[in-house]
């Protein structure tokens, strides 16, 4: 299982990489009021009502949170003296707390003006 | 723990490296925080969601972007050279691929923060 989690870190790392240098481009690249800085809802907006946009931004948000999380748990259990018990805890707020993440961040994308 | 030190790299580096890669990614987790609650506000509509986006134009909050990007940049490149020692990078080349790494981090900041400075910064 330690291993499992151990080699999907790498894995989601190198994914977010990727996803990061898409996101990158998209939104500081593409348009020109974007690249500029003008980040303003109305030019968000068209992409993100975009479906496929969609998928995509709360793809990298789910994989940004499962390593995020997941790096989480290793700081925490370093620097910690828990047990078997208490690692349990830690996974279970943790998960928690990833699910609640997900949810509010699926939830911006929802019923968009 | 010894093998695991020389495993990485030098006496330091592999401990100073897992050390800066720990806070970065805490930090990175904070700044995802900030980013939701920001993308959230498109819900709330127009008006609340460029509201949300003024706060972040101020000349501070341009330079912790600048930040940022360095905060990234050393989390992503540290964590790719630790995925390629893992994938079994020989041991002679791991300090070239550090200072590779470091090198390519410097020169893609560089080239991000320079116009970003410029554009964002000093344009207020």
Same mark, same amino acid.
């Given at each position: 299982?330690?291993?499992?989690?151990?080699?999907?870190?790498?894995?989601?790392?190198?994914?977010?990489?990727?996803?990061?240098?898409?996101?990158?481009?998209?939104?500081?690249?593409?348009?020109?009021?974007?690249?500029?800085?003008?980040?303003?809802?109305?030019?968000?907006?068209?992409?993100?009502?975009?479906?496929?946009?969609?998928?995509?931004?709360?793809?990298?948000?789910?994989?940004?949170?499962?390593?995020?999380?997941?790096?989480?748990?290793? %700081? %925490?259990?370093?620097?910690?003296?828990?047990?078997?018990?208490?690692?349990?805890?830690?996974?279970?707020?943790?998960?928690? %707390?990833?699910?609640?993440?997900?949810?509010?961040?699926?939830?911006?994308?929802?019923?968009?003006? | /723990?010894?093998?695991?030190?020389? *495993?990485?790299?030098?006496?330091?580096?592999? /401990?100073?490296?897992?050390?800066?890669?720990?806070?970065?990614?805490?930090?990175?987790?904070?700044?995802?925080?900030?980013?939701?609650?920001?993308?959230?506000?498109? =819900?709330?509509?127009?008006?609340?969601?460029?509201?949300?986006?003024?706060?972040?134009?101020?000349?501070?909050? *341009?330079?912790?972007?600048?930040?940022?990007?360095?905060?990234?940049?050393?989390?992503?490149?540290?964590?790719?050279?630790?995925?390629?020692?893992?994938?079994?990078? *020989?041991?002679?080349?791991? =300090?070239?691929?550090?200072?590779?790494?470091?090198?390519?981090?410097?020169?893609?900041?560089?080239?991000?923060?320079?116009?970003?400075?410029?554009?964002?910064?000093?344009?207020?």
């Amino acid at each position: 299982m330690a291993a499992i989690i151990w080699y999907l870190q790498r894995i989601t790392g190198a994914l977010l990489v990727l996803l990061l240098i898409a996101h990158f481009f998209v939104e500081h690249f593409i348009s020109e009021n974007l690249r500029r800085g003008d980040l303003t809802y109305a030019a968000i907006r068209a992409r993100i009502t975009n479906p496929v946009w969609q998928a995509i931004d709360i793809a990298f948000l789910l994989i940004a949170l499962l390593h995020g999380l997941s790096g989480t748990r290793n %700081v %925490v259990m370093d620097y910690s003296r828990v047990g078997r018990r208490g690692a349990r805890v830690v996974t279970a707020v943790l998960c928690a %707390v990833g699910a609640l993440w997900a949810w509010w961040g699926v939830a911006a994308f929802a019923n968009l003006r | /723990m010894k093998d695991v030190i020389r *495993k990485y790299g030098g006496p330091f580096s592999g /401990m100073v490296a897992q050390l800066v890669q720990r806070i970065t990614g805490l930090l990175l987790l904070v700044y995802l925080f900030l980013h939701v609650r920001t993308v959230y506000a498109l =819900r709330e509509g127009p008006e609340a969601f460029d509201r949300a986006v003024a706060t972040f134009s101020s000349p501070l909050f *341009k330079l912790l972007e600048i930040a940022l990007l360095g905060v990234v940049i050393l989390h992503a490149l540290n964590g790719l050279r630790i995925t390629l020692i893992d994938l079994g990078a *020989k041991h002679a080349s791991q =300090r070239r691929l550090f200072v590779w790494s470091l090198g390519a981090g410097a020169l893609i900041f560089l080239a991000g923060a320079i116009p970003l400075f410029f554009s964002s910064v000093l344009r207020r």
